[in-house]
């Protein structure tokens, strides 16, 4: 059964920034923040639609150089 946690004293730019990037992906803030934290725990489950925002933001800054699966289960079985 899913656990709720409350966080408080969040910086209001962390806040603002969530909310945008929730915005952007068409979510809510829980969702959005829910997503994070499950990236960040977990790096090799992001959902594919994770995946290609992650991959259009590289692509949109010019930095997309080595990304993909491949690259994320060698950082998995290290980090075992």
Do not use: W
């Not at 899913?2 to 966080?7: A, D, G």
């Not at 909310?19 to 952007?24: E, G, R």
């Amino acid at each position: 059964m899913p656990t709720n946690l409350t966080l408080k004293g969040v910086p209001d730019e962390v806040d603002e920034r969530l909310k945008q990037l929730a915005t952007t992906n068409h979510r809510s803030l829980n969702g959005k923040f829910i997503a994070r934290l499950e990236a960040q725990v977990f790096p090799c489950r992001n959902s594919a639609q994770d995946h290609l925002a992650a991959v259009k933001s590289q692509i949109r800054i010019g930095q997309l150089r080595g990304y993909g699966r491949a690259n994320c289960a060698t950082e998995c079985d290290q980090s075992t």
